[in-house]
């Protein structure tokens, strides 16, 4: 008996594989595990296995389903508002890239488009990485660099607050109805010199339908950036640099426009020609960017006072001039004649590169002629108004 009883002290107890494994399942509510070495037992070497049998478990009090609510069946508001614009405010729980708040209101008058952002909330930057924030615009479709603006950079915190104004200058109706508007929070770290960041999310808001003169408030989730995959060969390209990122911009190029004021001038007596500034010029330089600057001239007039040009904006794609000049004579004589303007990239040492010209004169047409017509029309009455630059060589007749 004793010998026995040794042997049977020494073999360690057998469990069945269905009993170590085994989850009691049954109709109604699910209970918590009391313990749960009651199902997955553990042995250790030292101490004696005991196995512990699941207590009963308390009878379910019958309770009947409490009523749930009815869904509504119809959205409230615009359902195709909703789908768009993504939601008014974002608090789901998987939102784990955050929220960005920013406000967007389109100036129908001055033909602007103005995106202030104010704060994000929740990033989640790299474990290593900075979290030195700021936020990046992008104008969708249109030229690559040119309709990029971006704020400062908020150092030290993972709920940045910028409180910063982006203006889009020479945005127009026309622009409201194809146009898309693409944030992305990008991260300002110095290890990525060489190399641009990934950004922390981006979101994009289709502009169709903004109220002009009408301020409207978002606050919506941040998503990742899809990449696809790009032609580009193995040779040339390896890793992540075989992936673009995707673009939507192949609804075709933006023109370059150019804001120019008229006003006769009955004190001074002349036409005075305001050059406020120009947007979304072309790159020229290797770097993409330009040195631009107007040229004007007033045909047939001899002499120097018929030619102006602006001072050269460094490395810029909408630069500002605001410079105003003078023509003098009386306003019959100047219906008569052709104001031209066109826009050259300053290169030193070699010839300068042309980017655009207009033309207005009594045989323009469309708003070129309305813009001269009106202008001639009435003493002391400035008119602004926004003009597409033709790409090509402008001809005089004579």
């Not at 009963?56 to 019958?62: E, I, K, L, V």
């Not at 944030?183 to 903004?210: N, S, Y």
């Not at 150019?258 to 020609?273: E, K, M």
């Not at 600057?293 to 909408?318: C, D, E, I, M, W």
Request: charged share 25%; proline share 9%; hydrophobic share 30%.
């Amino acid at each position: 008996m004793a010998g026995s009883a040794a042997a049977g002290r020494r073999r360690p107890q057998s469990v069945s594989m269905q009993e170590h494994t085994a989850i009691d399942v049954s109709p109604g509510p699910i209970w918590p595990i009391r313990f749960i070495s009651d199902y997955f037992p553990h042995f250790y070497r030292f101490a004696q296995p005991t196995l512990r049998a699941p207590g009963p478990r308390p009878a379910a009090p019958a309770t009947h389903p409490a009523p749930q609510p009815q869904a509504d069946l119809e959205p409230q508001g615009d359902s195709d508002d909703s789908s768009e614009w993504g939601s008014p405010a974002c608090h789901l729980p998987s939102a784990g890239l955050g929220t960005l708040e920013f406000t967007l209101l389109f100036d129908a008058d001055n033909s602007s488009l103005h995106c202030t952002a104010h704060c994000a909330k929740g990033l989640k930057p790299p474990a290593s990485g900075s979290v030195d924030t700021y936020v990046k615009a992008n104008l969708l479709p249109g030229a690559s660099k040119a309709s990029q603006l971006r704020t400062h950079t908020v150092r030290g915190t993972r709920g940045p607050i910028w409180e910063e104004t982006l203006t889009y200058h020479g945005f127009t109706r026309q622009d409201a109805k194809h146009k898309t508007l693409r944030l992305c929070v990008r991260t300002h770290d110095q290890r990525w010199r060489c190399r641009r960041a990934p950004p922390l999310g981006e979101l994009q808001v289709p502009l169709r339908k903004l109220v002009p003169n009408c301020a409207r408030s978002f606050d919506v989730c941040l998503e990742k950036r899809r990449l696809t995959k790009g032609p580009k060969s193995l040779d040339t390209a390896r890793g992540m640099s075989l992936y673009d990122e995707e673009e939507t911009e192949a609804a075709g190029e933006e023109r370059v426009r150019i804001l120019l004021s008229l006003c006769y001038s009955s004190p001074r007596g002349g036409l005075l020609v305001g050059v406020p500034r120009c947007a979304h010029l072309a790159p020229v330089d290797a770097k993409g960017y330009s040195d631009p600057f107007v040229h004007l001239f007033l045909h047939p007039k001899a002499g120097k006072k018929s030619k102006y040009k602006t001072r050269v904006q460094k490395k810029t794609l909408n630069p500002e001039y605001n410079e105003e000049f003078c023509y003098a004579g009386p306003r019959e004589e100047l219906a008569q004649k052709t104001l031209l303007l066109s826009v050259w990239d300053y290169d030193p040492g070699t010839a300068n590169d042309f980017m655009g010209g207009v033309q207005l004169s009594s045989r323009a047409s469309g708003e070129h002629l309305r813009h001269w017509r009106e202008c001639l029309s009435r003493n002391d009455r400035q008119l602004e108004l926004w003009h597409p630059l033709d790409g090509a060589p402008l001809q005089l007749s004579d």
